[in-house]
Each structure stands twice: as C-alpha cells, then as structure tokens.
Nanobody
Framework: VQLQASGGGLVQAGGSLRLSCAASGRAFSSYAMAWFRQAPGKEREFVSAISRSGGSTGYADSVKGRFIISRENAKNSVFLQMNILKPEDTAVYYC????????????????????WGQGTLVTVSS
C-alpha cells in the first residue's frame, strides 16, 4: 500500500486542522493505521492510532482530548482532526499503516508499521 498524507499548513494557536491520509492499493480495511510526528531536532513520536475496524483507537497523552482519529475504509482514507492546536504541536506529521489480522489491534510503536507516507508539515504559531 502507498500512503499520501495531506492537510498540513500554518495555523494560529487554538485553531484546527484536519489531516488526511489516502491509501492506494488493495485491502485498506485490513490495515491498522497511525499518525506519528517529528518536530525539528526531536525524535519521531506517536500521536494516534486506529484499528482496521475503527473500533479501537489510541492517543498520546499530549493530544488526548484535542485530536480525533477516524477512518473511512470505503474511501481508503484515515483522518486526524486536530483541535485546540498548540505551538508544541508543530511538526511533520506522518501516517503509517500495517496489515493485520486482528480487528482491534493497533500499536504506539513506529517499528510496528511497515508502510509510511511522506509527511505533511503542521506549523502552529503563537
């Protein structure tokens, strides 16, 4: 599967953005999906993940209550709605996927995902 992230941009603190990740290839519904981010000078970190069925989701503590992950398997897409953005949310955001058997599985570890998009830059100004 190939992943294409989009939706990044410049936004003021307190604003919102919606990231999209479009997947090409077959059987998107068999992929658990996740968002990671990497700020300048920092390591890549987990943001959010969703199981292949959409029934299980997970969030980093830093975004819990502000970000919402969702997916539309019929459109081969996963989304990240980001609200109440903070300057510390500034980073390149990557979508990642892994085909799995379990309908409820997802991982917070980057190494668990074999497919990655190219990243989209989110800049939050203070």
């Amino acid at each position: 599967v190939q992943l294409q992230a989009s939706g990044g941009g410049l936004v003021q603190a307190g604003g919102s953005l919606r990231l999209s990740c479009a997947a090409s290839g077959r059987a998107f519904s068999s992929y658990a999906m996740a968002w990671f981010r990497q700020a300048p000078g920092k390591e890549r970190e987990f943001v959010s993940a969703i199981s292949r069925s959409g029934g299980s989701t997970g969030y980093a503590d830093s975004v819990k209550g502000r970000f919402i992950i969702s997916r539309e398997n019929a459109k081969n897409s996963v989304f990240l709605q980001m609200n109440i953005l903070k300057p510390e949310d500034t980073a390149v955001y990557y979508c990642a996927g892994q085909n799995v058997v379990s309908s409820r599985w997802y991982s917070t570890l980057a190494g668990s995902y074999g497919y990655w998009g190219q990243g989209t830059l989110v800049t939050v100004s203070s």
